[in-house]
């Protein structure tokens, strides 16, 4: 009877376990999930979401490599992650040496530096796009022209600096995000590798070249993965700055993740849209797996 009992407890503790982690599962079942599975199906099918589904192999793959418009969203991807990643990487790290020194009202820099990243797109792209506005009345454009003495520029407007103004939002954007996650790794050095270095007569540069960039190996591997996947998934900024597809930035800033979103629901080709999407997971795989792999061969030399 004891034994019975003691089951039925441990039955009764399961099922209350399982009551906990249900309503998660059962979330992530439906909303991610399912749709994988189904992008997965549909990127070897053809289908508008009212007509049956028609297999069509993988003519939907080869479909995109002919495609202009899908050819130019992913190289205006990889160009905006080419540029993007270093330029954070650098950035971040620069304004976390610098937020790490003693200095009066570090805290209040810091959070400055930190609040573009929380605050809200829609309200910052407004702020941008009035400072960055192609006319001779833009912030920008007149302190270019009365300070530099250079013509002013269309920035997002112009299919020749669209990019470049996309690239110049989002290090300003994300630079605080990554900022803080350098300073935990900068504040994780021991001092005592300071001071042997500067024991050795080893000046500023020869402690950041020796000691900090070695010792921030980690938290930079962590930080060009965590960048690349969010490049490759860009949309949203370009959205609010180049106005999505439409206008004449259409070429130049249209991207991979608004391509799918534009098949699958503006033009309704499903199975072009879930192969777009199994191309993209694809890329930034093996791109994180040859960090992951160059990561590995730097730890063991």
Request: with cysteine; glycine share 6%; aromatic share 14%.
């Amino acid at each position: 009877m004891q034994s019975q009992s003691a089951q039925k407890r441990k039955i009764r503790q399961t099922l209350v376990a399982y009551s906990f982690i249900a309503p998660n599962f059962i979330g992530f079942a439906v909303f991610t999930l399912g749709p994988i599975i189904m992008a997965f199906l549909l990127a070897f099918a053809e289908w508008d979401g009212n007509n049956p589904l028609k297999f069509v192999g993988i003519s939907n793959f080869t479909g995109l490599f002919t495609n202009d418009r899908f050819m130019a969203s992913l190289k205006n991807t990889i160009v905006y992650s080419l540029f993007t990643v270093p330029f954070t990487l650098i950035v971040a790290l620069g304004l976390a040496i610098l937020l790490n020194q003693k200095i009066r009202a570090r805290t209040f820099f810091r959070t400055v530096a930190f609040f573009p990243y929380v605050a809200s797109l829609v309200a910052v792209a407004a702020v941008w796009n009035m400072l960055f506005t192609p006319a001779k009345g833009g912030l920008i454009n007149q302190l270019l022209m009365n300070v530099l003495h250079m013509q002013p520029l269309k920035w997002a407007a112009s299919p020749k600096t669209v990019m470049f103004t996309i690239v110049l939002f989002s290090i300003w954007k994300n630079m605080g995000y990554y900022m803080v996650i350098y300073l935990a790794g900068l504040q994780g050095i021991s001092e005592d590798l300071y001071e042997a270095a500067a024991l050795d007569g080893a000046g500023a540069l020869q402690k950041f070249r020796y000691v900090t960039l070695p010792q921030l190996k980690p938290t930079t591997f962590f930080v060009t993965i965590m960048l690349t996947i969010s490049c490759f998934k860009i949309y949203d900024i370009v959205y609010m700055l180049a106005g999505g597809s439409n206008g004449v930035v259409n070429k130049s800033a249209t991207v991979l993740v608004y391509y799918i979103y534009e098949e699958a629901f503006r033009n309704w080709h499903l199975g072009s849209a879930s192969a777009a999407a199994l191309v993209l997971f694809a890329i930034v795989l093996i791109v994180t797996l040859i960090q992951f792999r160059g990561e590995k061969n730097y730890a063991n030399d």
